[in-house]
């Protein structure tokens, strides 16, 4: 099977050297448990290190503080922009239309898309308006599968797609996504002191043999690191 190796260090050993490639991934967790963090290092490392080109569309943040948060681990998002390595895509929520989705496929058509990150999932569902005019758990759940359906065809690409969880025990907002996604990495956030206050566990992946346990999970300087359980 051919992977796609994320390079983050030490979690591509928790699912067999790498996301299945073509596979949707969902990456939950609450704020601030370093989402966007490993969505900026699965795309950085795509470019630097396994020469694939990225795609990152985000509807929670300016460009502005995406490149300052990248620009904390040495990753010069800004500059692989301007070499055409990578495409970053912002577009605030209220701005989201029926034309966004097709405007995302052309990208990925368009520029022959390897990564792509959806920051968040749970925002565009949310927004996209339904054919009724009305927003409820029946269209969001019919827009979920229509969206990633089509991110499919585009088949040696990878999404990683990013949801807000409205608590620790939920995978999503919606409870769909979950289920409609081929593997879901679960990041928790507990101020408890200690040595880590992160942990990350991946709850599911199709295809692939994945580890069970959760691992303590460490923001460095240079990235993220996954520890092994002790």
Known sequence: MERTRTGIKGFDRLIEGGFPKGSSILLSGTAGCGKTIFALEFLYNGVAKFNERCLYVTFEEDLHSLYEQAKQFDWEMQKLQEKGLLTVMSMPAAEISNNTVNDILHIIKEKRINRLVI???STISF???SSTGSINHHS???FIHSFLGKLKSA???TSL???QSPDEKSLSKDHISEFACDGVVHITFESMGGEFSRSILVRKMRRTKNDEDIHPL???DNGLVVHTLK
């Open 119 to 121: 920051d968040s999932l």
């Open 127 to 129: 927004y996209v308006p």
């Open 140 to 142: 969001i759940g019919r």
């Open 155 to 157: 088949r040696q690409m």
């Open 161 to 163: 797609l990013i949801s």
């Open 218 to 220: 460490e923001i460095t």
